[in-house]
């Protein structure tokens, strides 16, 4: 009679549900060393002016503004966080990660591309990024870009890290978005606060 050791379907499958599991452990989020990003959704548009140059993130997309209104790496296990606007992910049909290429000479002092957040810390109003976003329908979930609502809203979220863990969490009674025809530096500084 064959036993549950090697060679038997049962020892098998056993062998590799534990390989699953290990794997499984060893990819679980390290609770203690999460890392909190709080943001609001400012505004969309459809085209950015500067000076006499207008431009256009492409079909079926829209330009996102957010403002991180903060960062809190204050875990048990907290190490040095590296924050950088490619890591962030614009949520709409499709996930994007693409910052828009004009974001620093838009927002000026207030675009926040990096940041070095200590263990222990907790960063308030750091600036603000933009994003690209994707739709499947944008005349649907964006109308024909023109005045405000819930149907504009694009969640944020920050690449996976399992060593640590980063949350995003979207400001209470943020569901209001203004549109900008078309959007330029100054429109967009004034809204993120400079």
């Not at 390989?19 to 060393?33: F, H, I, R, S, T």
């Not at 863990?165 to 209001?176: F, I, K, L, Q």
Request: glycine share 10%.
């Amino acid at each position: 009679m064959r036993g549950v050791g090697s060679g038997s379907r049962l020892g098998s499958a056993i062998a590799a549900f534990g390989v699953l599991a290990g794997l499984m452990v060893a990819c679980d989020p390290n609770e203690e060393a999460r890392v909190r990003i709080g943001y609001e959704q400012l505004a969309f548009y459809h085209e950015y002016r500067d000076g006499n140059t207008t431009s256009t993130p492409g079909n079926d997309r829209v330009w996102v503004l957010f403002r991180i209104n903060s960062i809190t790496n204050q875990g048990a296990d907290a190490a040095t966080f590296e924050f950088d606007r490619h890591n962030l992910i614009a949520v709409k049909d499709q996930l994007l990660k693409e910052p828009a290429g004009h974001s620093d000479q838009a927002l000026g002092s207030r675009s926040l591309s990096t940041l070095t957040v200590e263990p222990g810390e907790h960063v308030s109003n750091p600036g603000c990024v933009i994003l690209t976003a994707q739709s499947d329908n944008i005349t649907e979930d964006f109308g024909q870009f023109s005045g405000t609502g819930p149907a504009g809203k694009v969640d944020l979220l920050h690449e996976i890290e399992v060593d640590q863990p980063v949350s995003t969490s979207r400001a209470p009674g943020n569901d209001e978005y203004s549109l900008f025809i078309p959007g330029d530096a100054e429109v967009l500084r004034n809204k993120c606060g400079v």
